[in-house]
């Protein structure tokens, strides 16, 4: 397989996870999640726009990144979280149905900063360097309806 | 965690303490207290070996094996031990809770806490000048004033964003109520408002306090102070690694 096959087979393969993923998240309109709506939800925004528009992932990622850098879409505001607690959630097929749990979302912070990824450690973080973004992420013990999710 | 199960919290400073059967907007403020006075200083203090051991298992060892350590001497905190990554953990007790807080003056109280870098940096400094001026034997209002005025001349520092503050040592006793313990983190923000995160609502696993008081009846003038909420989230196993009960 080629380069260009590679790519092919890569923006295919994107495009067919995409179809399935179904994420829930719930950034709260209110003080201070107007934060995490007024900055990392118009990230999301942005990239579901131009995937429809059928750019390719490449070109998403870009459009983003670019925007992040000259401003046009905003860096993280502080408290910035969003619950991920849905049941029905389809998070990709590697982790179909992930465990409930909360997002904090931070402008490059050093994940080392809250323990994340560390052996024992609650909390996983995502480092996104291309985006100044800074993702944690800790499981929670209950669905959304109240139901235990372990 | 839920409302409907922990039915009532109130965190210290440094501690959660969980209070099983009643609301906590519901707890009565500073009265009824089995705990209405400082108990003699030594019912506070532990043997240093057993301290620092409490203090690292407040997280995971892969955290607190390089944090500075913590110990409670007669006038204060002390370093035992140098740390490497900028963490700090520390054994908390019960006057690191909100001031009218029922167990402020509990001796059993043995809260692990380690906190990152921008916690010990702005969150650490309170707790050090409340424990000095109380072991000193200043009264809740003389501290209460105290710390204010070093707030107004700037000599506490502000909050820094992105605080995180472990408690999943399996030894830790929060509180006489219920299990006495539960493993969780703390996250303190200069919001005002519960529902910043969404704390206190059915079914949410995020539960929320004031830093300072439970309803500042007694001492009003912590009204006063900066705005500090506590968010608080509880997980699913001990620093070990090993789970823990569903709370």
Sequence with gaps: MNSQEENDAEEESWRNRNQEIRTACCARYGVPNAAAARSYLLRNLKRTDLILAGRTKAQVDETIVAAVDKKELPAMEPGAMCYMMSKQGYGGDSVKHWPAHLMFFYSQTDPATWGAGLPDSPILGLNDTREHLTTFAIAVQRWSDGTESR | ?247
């Design chain 2, 1 to 247: 965690m839920r409302l409907t199960k922990v039915s009532a919290i109130a965190i210290n400073g440094l501690a959660l303490l969980v209070v099983l059967g009643t609301t906590y907007r519901a707890m009565p403020q500073d009265v009824a207290t089995p705990y209405p006075k400082m108990a003699p200083i030594g019912q506070y203090l532990m043997d240093r070996t057993a301290e620092i051991a409490l203090a690292r298992s407040a997280a995971p060892e892969s955290i607190s094996r390089d944090a500075e350590i913590l110990v409670l001497g007669r006038h204060g905190y002390e370093t035992a031990v140098q740390g490497k990554n900028g963490w700090v953990c520390m054994v908390g007790r019960g006057w690191m809770a909100m001031f009218d807080h029922p167990e402020f003056w509990n001796p059993k109280i043995r809260a692990a806490d380690c906190l990152n870098p921008p916690a010990a940096r702005s969150v650490l400094p309170y707790v050090y000048k409340r424990t000095e001026l109380l072991l000193a034997g200043h009264s809740k209002p003389e501290v209460i004033a105290a710390i204010k005025a070093a707030i107004d001349k700037k000599e506490l520092p502000a909050l820094e964003q992105g605080t995180v503050d472990y408690m999943m040592s399996k030894s830790s006793y929060l509180t006489d109520n219920g299990d006495h313990n539960g493993p969780h983190l703390m996250f303190y923000e200069t919001s005002k408002d519960d529902a910043a995160w969404g704390a206190n609502l059915t079914n949410s696993p995020v539960l929320s306090v004031n830093y300072w008081y439970v309803s500042a009846q007694a001492y009003p003038q912590l009204k006063t102070f900066p705005p500090m909420s506590v968010f608080l989230v509880g997980v699913d196993k001990w620093s070990d690694g090993t789970p823990a009960p569903p709370m």
